[in-house]
């Protein structure tokens, strides 16, 4: 509880004793005296214990974002390897006489030489004389049933097979035919240079007078295989076709 009173100084002044409030007894001196004065204690808590608040701490502030690193160089593309060498292409068949280059005779019909060739008639077609050209490449060739069928070159030649070949060098068909196929082929009936007579049996060519044939029938000699010889009187039995304009 509070005091109230003093007691004297060691240099004759008194000292009182001034009452707590809520903590420590301060000292108080009279006026005049020379004592020192007291220390002050110190303030009591009011109304109970002071708390202590710490302080937050501080928030560190962001670190910075580091720098993006640099992508790494893309790689070299490998090299394409080296191609395969083209394989060496096939060597072309031989085919018909490409031009009339042979001697001509004057006029609009062939002629039979002695050595059984023909000579196409001046007047005549380039396809004309082509086609007597290539006709030409055939004397003296043996009778081959089927020869000319599958390739227009062939050992021997039947004959459509020879017809074929003669057509050929005029650049009048593309690929060979036997004697059925050649009932369809071209346009009915005679034509004014060439006339192709045929049967399921045999076929045969009057090309400009003269006729292409590998029978014997009118054949002086009496010689098969693929020949030139005279026209025949009749045409009975054969269907005759005629390619376009010729």
Known sequence: ?????????????????????????????????TGRSGPSGP???????????TPSGVTGSTGATGATGSSGPTGATGSTGASG?????????TTGSTGATGPTTPGSLARILASGLAVAPANAPA??????????????????????????ISAGYDCSGAVSFALHGGGLLASPLDSTDFETW???????????????????????GIRLDTSTAGDP??????????LLRS?????????QGL
Do not use: C
């Open 127 to 152: 396809a004309v004389r082509e086609a007597i050209d290539a006709g030409n490449q055939l004397i003296g060739k043996p009778y081959v049933y089927g020869g000319g069928h599958q390739s227009f």
């Open 221 to 230: 000699d009496g010689k098969s295989g693929p020949r030139w010889r005279p």
């Open 186 to 208: 071209g346009v009915a009936g005679g034509g004014t240079w060439i006339t192709i007579y045929t049967n399921p049996a045999h076929a045969f060519m009057d090309i400009a």
């Open 43 to 53: 303030s009591g808590p009011t109304g109970g214990a002071t708390a202590f608040t």
């Open 85 to 93: 060498s083209t394989g060496t292409s096939g060597s072309t068949g």
């Open 1 to 33: 509880m509070p005091h109230h009173g003093g007691s004297a100084t060691p240099n004759g002044g008194a000292v009182f004793f001034s009452g707590t409030s809520g903590g420590a007894t301060a000292f108080q001196t009279l006026e005049g005296s």
């Open 235 to 243: 045409d009975a039995g054969f269907a005759a076709r005629h390619p």
